[in-house]
């Protein structure tokens, strides 16, 4: 797995506009490269932040959203247009907003869902999903993602790997967690063999409550005690901080300052 790099910001909402500006970056090298580009999204604070950032740059139209595949992380298993879904705020901080097809913005299923309130039934669908969408290249059952944003919880947390949890042993591409310590307590969840397909992880964090996470993450922690600590990418992974989730970051890892 690649050794994490450690960006700092001054605060929030300086973050949530470098890591847009970074997203447009990384998204529109993908797209002349390869003609298409995938994105994994996550939720929480700064998480739609970045969204909302991303849709008010001027930058953005530089993204040809049409050749974007988009998918999620994790999401709770909720009924489609919940106010809790990762999905709905998304849809309204950014997706509604620039032109990108349909078809190729793939939400994990709600409740409502065609498998109903199964949440087993409704992971193994995204996962066939996502198996539908692998190239030879990938050398996964999940597509080899360009960007793959996480957020982390103060207990170590991302996606809906909570510490301790069964999830973090499973290795299936997706998976329904059940009993989440943070409500609503069942959940869908990319499982750690499916984050670290991604070429790129991004993990976000704003906030001093942040903090122990983010150093446990960046030490020798294990991931089923600090899943934050499985999170790689296969060829760059970044921890995009603001200075107070920064705060406790260990001396010993490089860190780059920004304004």
Known sequence: MTVPEVLVHRDAQLLAEAVAARLVTRLVDSVAARGTASVV???????????????????????????????WGDERFVPAGDPERNETGARSALLDHVDVDPGRVRPMP?????????????????????????RPEDHAPVPAFDVLLLGIGPEGHVASLFPGMPALYDDRPVVAVRGSPKPPPTRLSLT????????????LASGAEKADAVALALSDAGPIQVPAAGAR???????????????????????????
Do not use: C, M
């Open 41 to 71: 999204l996550t939720g929480g604070g700064i998480g739609t932040a970045v969204l909302a950032e991303l849709a008010a740059a001027p930058a953005r139209d530089a993204v040809d959203w049409r050749h974007l595949d988009i998918w």
């Open 110 to 134: 709600g409740s409502d869902g065609p498998d109903g309130n199964d949440p087993e039934a409704a992971a193994a669908r995204y996962a066939s999903w996502l198996a539908a969408a692998t």
């Open 192 to 203: 750690l063999p499916s984050i670290q397909a991604a070429r790129e992880v991004w993990i």
């Open 233 to 259: 990418g296969r060829q760059r992974t970044l921890f995009l901080l603001d200075s107070d989730a920064a705060a406790k970051v260990p001396p010993q890892i490089g860190r780059q300052g920004a304004h």
